[in-house]
């Protein structure tokens, strides 16, 4: 167990609707990345938070956003569902040290989202 | 960040040692190489990782050439459970790091 906990485990939307998926990161770490994983494939990297701020960003469209918490925890939205969005949505949280270094990222169990 | 390689699919007997390669020829300076696994449908669990020299913990040891453009994950006595994905990759361990997956190397622990 990484501690990183997301919810919900499994959600069901139809196109063009809009999602809020949540995480928790461990205790201790300020950074939560979020990544796509589609069927088949290794996980994408959508973006990175530190410190409330996106701090980094994949190749994925505006209508996938983000916050960060005070407390850390983050929330990834998608609005205007399409039905290549279907996809295991993992989170992972990190600690970095302001420029000084990163640390290894702890993945949570991942949301199974389905877009009908 | 750096390419990795890896085989699409291995097999290993339980008990034996299963030794996973990886070339990354174009990793740079201050680059890691990291090893992931992911067992189906669960997220990505952090195995180990590594700079330059050799490391091991409770889950696997981390050969890494001298040269740095290749590396080997080995998992010292391979259980049914050892069955997975195997992702390597290379990252910048600085302030906005990600990774970058490929396909990883499915690992098929048979009895």
């Known amino acids: 167990e990484t501690g990183v906990t997301q919810s919900p485990t499994h959600l069901i939307k139809t196109r063009g609707q809009q999602v809020t998926l949540r995480c928790s990161s461990q205790s201790g770490h300020n950074t939560v990345s979020w990544y796509q994983q589609a069927l088949g494939q290794g996980p994408q990297f959508i973006f990175q938070y530190y410190r409330e701020e996106e701090n980094g960003r994949g190749n994925f469209p505006p209508r996938f956003s983000g916050l960060q918490f005070p407390n850390y925890s983050s929330e990834l939205n998608v609005n205007a569902l399409e039905l290549d969005d279907s996809a295991l949505y993992l989170c992972?949280?990190?600690?970095?040290?302001?420029?000084?270094?990163?640390?290894?990222?702890?993945f949570g169990p991942g949301t199974r989202l389905l877009v009908l | 960040d750096a390419k990795t390689t890896q085989p699409t699919s291995m097999d290993c007997a339980e008990g034996r040692a299963a030794n996973l390669p990886c070339n990354h020829s174009t990793i740079s300076g201050n680059e890691y190489v990291y090893w992931y696994r992911q067992i189906h449908s669960q997220g990505p669990q952090y195995i180990i990782h590594g700079l330059k020299n050799n490391e091991t913990n409770e889950m696997a040891s981390l050969i890494i050439t001298e040269d740095r453009k290749s590396s080997t994950l080995i998992l010292p006595h391979a259980t049914l459970r050892d069955t997975a994905v195997y992702y390597c990759?290379?990252?910048?361990?600085?302030?906005?790091?990600?990774?970058?997956f490929g396909g990883g190397t499915r690992l098929m622990v048979k009895p």
């Open positions: 990759i290379v990252s910048h361990n600085n302030a906005g790091n990600m990774l970058t």
């Open positions: 992972a949280s990190s600690s970095l040290k302001g420029t000084s270094g990163g640390e290894t990222q702890y």
